[in-house]
T-cell receptor, first 117, second 108 residues
Framework: AAGVIQSPRHLIKEKRETATLKCYPIPRHDTVYWYQQGPGQDPQFLISFYEKMQSDKGSIPDRFSAQQFSDYHSELNMSSLELGDSALYFC????????????????FGEGSRLTVL | KNEVEQSPQNLTAQEGEFITINCSYS?????LHWLQQHPGGGIVSLFM???GKKKHGRLIATINIQEKHSSLHITASHPRDSAVYIC??????????FGKGTKLTVNP
């Protein structure tokens, strides 16, 4: 069965560069969540989208932006990268807006590991 | 006080032992998730619970809504079970609130 796909899996950038992470949710899922997990830290919620509209916002820096596209995939754009942005970025998807099997169940991607040098 | 508390923080067991990890939460939830994360790896969803008990292989998860408490049990533990186990509370379609995780090491 298709899972949540994230790309790239690993990314190395220099300070002040820009990075874009992509998340492809489970087919027919309408909600995407982005989390950031620093080394030895708990995952921190960044932002979520429901039906291509931002639904909730967490501790996402102003240097970061995200959107969900018409095909429901989402992209997290990070600019002016800092050393502290080095982390594992997780995407999770869920079916929220329609009743069906597994409604509300979250599925996680493998994560994209960003290293800022 | 964290909204989601896990115990213990660290757990070392011998292969074959029965393991229990506990999770208490202080908020009203629509679902409670148990997640597994191997070192440097992604997060795998083990269970999503809203009531009762679920079993998958050697893993069992229970939840008591009245007591706001959930447990994850591993029977006949194996070294490959070594990972961080995370409890996370979900309210409706809102983001998850994560516990601090329990680092499990199972020695051969």
């Amino acid at each position: 069965a298709a899972g949540v796909i994230q790309s790239p899996r690993h990314l190395i950038k220099e300070k002040r560069e820009t990075a874009t992470l992509k998340c492809y949710p489970i087919p027919r899922h309408d909600t995407v969540y982005w989390y950031q997990q620093g080394p030895g830290q708990d995952p921190q919620f960044l932002i979520s989208f429901y039906e291509k509209m931002q639904s909730d916002k967490g501790s996402i820096p102003d240097r970061f932006s995200a959107q969900q596209f018409s095909d429901y995939h989402s992209e997290l754009n990070m600019s002016s990268l800092e050393l502290g942005d080095s982390a594992l970025y997780f995407c999770a998807s869920s079916l929220v807006g329609r009743i069906g099997p597994n409604t509300g169940e979250l599925f996680f991607g493998e994560g994209s590991r960003l290293t800022v040098l | 006080k964290n909204e989601v508390e896990q115990s213990p923080q660290n757990l070392t067991a011998q292969e074959g032992e029965f393991i229990t990890i506990n999770c208490s939460y202080s908020v009203g939830i629509s679902a409670l998730h148990w997640l597994q994360q191997h070192p440097g790896g992604g997060i795998v969803s083990l269970f999503m619970l809203s009531s009762g008990k679920k079993k998958h292989g050697r893993l069992i998860a229970t939840i008591n809504i009245q007591e706001k408490h959930s447990s994850l049990h591993i029977t006949a533990s194996h070294p490959r079970d070594s990972a961080v186990y995370i409890c996370a509370a979900q309210r409706g379609s809102e983001k998850l609130v994560f516990g601090k995780g329990t680092k499990l090491t199972v020695n051969p």
